[in-house]
């Protein structure tokens, strides 16, 4: 069962779930990253990222190092923005076509995760998810490192007896 982890994250919360998950399941990890990024801190961060997702945008990308269609089970992490997932994903899934693939949500909020995962099961129809789960601004926390490898290993699990 080859396993991959693709996330997106602009200040390293959802970069640190991706690399406990990745740890724990012995998974690859692609990162999706813009050719052009938002600033990290200060106001334009929300003005420039709000905007793209309102609008949908598809923002470009370096080119991915792995096709996530050669990988069985994968796991697919967002911050939230504006109540949904960053527009890196829109690139992504209109560049490749999943289709049957087990795919565990995983999302970084800071106040509510909103309808992230609906929008985004929305363009991932014709996989399975396998499971979801919030973090709240889970690199504050040690004690998310055990909760991130938990979930992870029993999505995993799961799936084997299966
Ligand atoms: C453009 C932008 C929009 C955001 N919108 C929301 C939101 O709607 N709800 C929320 O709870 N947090 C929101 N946040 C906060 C992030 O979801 C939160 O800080 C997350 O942990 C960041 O993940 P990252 O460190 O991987 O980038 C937003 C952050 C940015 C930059």
């Not at 069962?1 to 994250?9: A, C, P």
């Not at 961060?45 to 370096?62: D, H, R, T």
């Not at 106040?111 to 363009?123: I, M, N, R």
């Given at each position: 069962?080859?396993?991959?982890?693709?996330?997106?994250?602009l200040e390293g919360n959802t970069r640190f779930v991706a690399q406990n998950i990745a740890d724990a399941i012995g998974?690859?990890?692609?990162?999706?990253?813009?050719?052009?990024?938002i600033p990290q801190k200060g106001v334009m961060?929300?003005?420039?990222?709000?905007?793209?997702?309102?609008?949908?945008?598809?923002?470009?990308?370096?080119s991915l190092d792995k096709d996530p269609n050669?990988?069985?089970v994968i796991f697919i992490g967002t911050p939230v923005w504006a109540s949904s997932y960053a527009p890196y994903f829109n690139t992504l899934l209109s560049s490749i076509e999943l289709k049957n693939k087990k795919i565990g949500l995983f999302c970084c909020y800071r106040?509510?995760?909103?309808?992230?995962?609906?929008?985004?099961?929305?363009?991932?129809?014709?996989?399975?998810?396998?499971?979801k789960m919030e973090f709240k601004e889970p690199i504050k926390v040690e004690e998310n490192k055990s909760k991130i490898r938990e979930w992870a290993n029993s999505i995993i699990e799961r799936i084997s007896v299966h």
């Open positions: 069962m080859k396993k991959l982890v693709i996330y997106y994250s998974g690859e990890i692609l990162e999706l990253k813009p050719k052009e990024s961060k929300y003005l420039l990222g709000g905007k793209k997702v309102l609008f949908k945008e598809k923002p470009a990308l370096i050669e990988y069985d106040g509510s995760a909103g309808k992230t995962f609906a929008h985004l099961e929305k363009q991932l129809e014709g996989n399975h998810i396998v499971g």
